[in-house]
């Protein structure tokens, strides 16, 4: 190889690891907010919240319709309170702080749960894999350290990861982790129809229908708080039927070709 050609390798070279190091420096200083949809938390909401603001500064909570102090203690606490004047499930609560941080233009947002179940702690891991690597959409991923889990949810992740990759082609490690991260451009493609516990499950459909990439970012489970128990198996069947019917509407769309 000639100098010159030689000097035009290592000039590509510093130049794609230039603009490499442009775009992780550009997410760094991207906005970033924390969103916690809300329902009778008044007990947890606010220690949360507070906890949370140790890592990132906005906090929206969306209080859907709980009759306790919720709203309350988020508002104490430091959070910007959202309110459902009547409970209208986890799907729409997502919705409605969606919209709110793409109005406000946020470039991404973190979600989890207002019950202690995901610890804020974890949250710098989701900061630095995105800051990384740019991925829209990265999920949770308990199953680093299963024998954390209850049997019962063990299995049933473990089916409905077979069940997605088997009908659509996709390997999520955990697909029912409601600890995520959003850029805030997807956020128009992946409202829930779907009001109660199935919402998340549906949000993840309707990335995966359309292509939108998605990472895991491992985090450790926590399965000591006894409030608001997840029926397993009502879970495994409203997914299930969610997939199909997604895996349906997806090939008819292809037969229509």
Not at 206 to 220: F, L, Q, S, W
Request: hydrophobic share 35%; with cysteine; proline share 5%.
């Amino acid at each position: 190889m000639s100098d010159k050609q030689g000097a035009d390798s290592l000039n590509r070279d510093q130049h794609i690891h230039a603009v490499e190091f442009n775009r992780n420096n550009e997410r760094v200083h991207q906005r970033k907010c924390v969103l916690i949809p809300a329902y009778q938390e008044g007990t947890t909401i606010g220690p949360l919240v507070r906890q949370i603001r140790q890592y990132v500064s906005d906090v929206v909570v969306v209080d859907d319709g709980s009759v306790d102090d919720t709203a309350e203690q988020a508002r104490q606490a430091g959070a910007h309170v959202l309110t459902h004047p009547e409970n209208r499930g986890k799907g729409v609560a997502f919705n409605t702080g969606f919209r709110y941080v793409r109005d406000r233009h946020y470039d991404y947002v973190i979600c989890l749960d207002g019950n202690g179940r995901h610890n804020p702690a974890d949250i710098p891991r989701f900061v630095a894999a995105y800051e990384r690597t740019g991925i829209p959409v990265l999920i949770g991923n308990r199953m680093s350290q299963p024998e954390r889990m209850p049997r019962s949810h063990r299995a049933a992740n473990r089916f409905l990861t077979w069940l997605l990759r088997v009908a659509m082609q996709q390997y999520v490690p955990d697909t029912q982790c409601g600890f995520r991260l959003y850029r805030c451009d997807v956020l128009p493609f992946v409202e829930a129809h779907e009001s109660r516990f199935a919402a998340e499950s549906e949000v993840l459909l309707h990335v995966i229908v359309r292509e939108i990439t998605v990472g895991a970012v491992p985090i450790p489970a926590v399965y000591n708080i006894k409030k608001h128990e997840t029926n397993v198996l009502l879970v495994v069947w409203r997914f299930s039927v969610l997939l199909f019917r997604h895996y349906r509407q997806r090939h008819e769309r292809r037969s229509d070709w």
